[in-house]
């Protein structure tokens, strides 16, 4: 009769450790999804200010880096090695 008492109040102490550890983690999966759903919409609002920024940008500003191809290079090429 000891014995079936002993298990009965081990396997009840059990169940309210896995209750306890299933709500905390549920807690925290809600946490981290509200979480996430501020992080896309701030995001959101990054990317729609990068747009914005970029259409006012001047086209003029990236003339360099296209006509970096049409410039003669200047750089000299190494001698080859001899043996």
């Known amino acids: ?7 009965t109040v081990l396997g009840l102490g059990a169940l ?4 306890l550890v299933v709500r905390r983690t549920w807690r925290k999966a809600r946490a981290l ?10 995001l959101a609002a990054v990317a729609a200010v990068a747009a914005a920024i970029e259409e006012l940008a001047d086209p003029a500003q990236h003339e360099p880096l296209a006509s970096r191809s049409r410039r003669p290079r200047t750089r000299r090429r190494r001698p ?3 043996r």
Do not use: K, N, Y
């Not at 979480?35 to 919409?41: C, F, H, L, V, W």
């Open 1 to 7: 009769m000891l014995w079936a008492l002993l298990w």
């Open 16 to 19: 309210v450790v896995l209750f």
């Open 33 to 42: 999804i509200s979480e996430m759903g501020t992080a896309s919409d701030r």
């Open 80 to 82: 080859p090695v001899v």
